[in-house]
């Protein structure tokens, strides 16, 4: 199975400051790859398809990046409301896999 | 717009076995590809499985293979997962997430390589 390992698994960060996320993947998964944010209590909601894609109503200061084994989720100017965790997820083979997350919290 | 919403928390004995459903609205579930992701207590999430729409299928996570059963009925649009032999381990929200078809940049494509919607999660809680 491919595997996930995103980094970092933790971060602090200000309201305003640009925040990137990592994602390497095992092997090769071109651009299947997806993002979520997932707040406490809550499912988790799609921010990111094919690698790149915005998911439609999800504001535009996220951005992901990367095909192949690594990809980068990126917030560009940290708002209050996205202090949550993000996980990123793949499809091979019809096995789906997450990476562990990366838990961003107020510094 | 789909939506997706799910049975109440439930508390199970170790060794019992908890079924938990899925009902969609908004869509038929014959439209989407069911699956089932849990999420231990502060842990992160794990798939368990789904219907795979090319194969007709349903597969599982290994983990889970002979432990878990996925099934549908379409009459009434509803998914459901039933786990048996139940441990402490099983502890966990539990939710359906679905794959549909989606278009973009004016091309559509039968079955997407993500989950939206989720439904709003199930805690399935085995304690003696």
């Known amino acids: 199975d491919i595997q996930l390992t995103q980094s970092p698994s933790f971060l602090s960060a200000s309201v305003g400051d640009r925040v990137t996320i990592t994602c390497r993947a095992s092997?090769?998964?071109?651009?299947?790859l997806a993002w979520y944010q997932q707040k406490p209590g809550k499912a988790p909601k799609l921010l990111i398809y094919?690698?790149?894609t915005l998911q439609s109503g999800v504001p535009s200061r996220f951005s992901g990046s990367g095909s192949g084994t690594e990809f980068t989720l990126t917030i560009s100017s940290l708002q209050p409301e996205d202090f949550a965790t993000y996980y990123c997820?793949?499809?091979?083979?019809?096995?789906?896999?997450f990476g562990q997350g990366t838990k961003v919290e107020i510094k | 717009q789909v939506q997706l919403v799910q049975s109440g928390a439930e508390v199970k004995k170790p060794g019992a076995s908890v079924k938990v459903s899925c009902k969609v609205s908004?869509?038929?579930?014959?439209?989407?590809?069911m699956h089932w992701v849990r999420q231990a207590p502060g842990k992160g999430l794990e798939w368990m499985g789904g219907?795979?729409?090319?194969?007709?299928?349903?597969i599982y996570a290994q983990k889970f293979q002979g432990r878990v059963t996925m099934t549908e009925d379409t009459s009434t649009d509803t998914a459901y997962m039933e786990l048996s032999s139940l441990r402490s381990e099983d502890t966990a929200v539990y939710y359906c997430?679905?794959?549909?078809?989606?278009?973009?940049?004016?091309?559509?494509?039968?079955?997407?390589?993500?989950?939206?919607?989720w439904g709003q999660g199930t805690l399935v809680t085995v304690s003696s």
């Open positions: 997430a679905s794959r549909r078809p989606y278009c973009t940049n004016g091309v559509c494509y039968q079955w997407a390589d993500w989950f939206d919607p």
């Open positions: 908004g869509y038929t579930l014959t439209e989407l590809s």
């Open positions: 219907f795979d729409p090319e194969d007709g299928e349903t």
């Open positions: 092997q090769g998964i071109s651009s299947y």
């Open positions: 094919a690698a790149s």
């Open positions: 997820q793949q499809l091979n083979s019809y096995q789906w896999t």
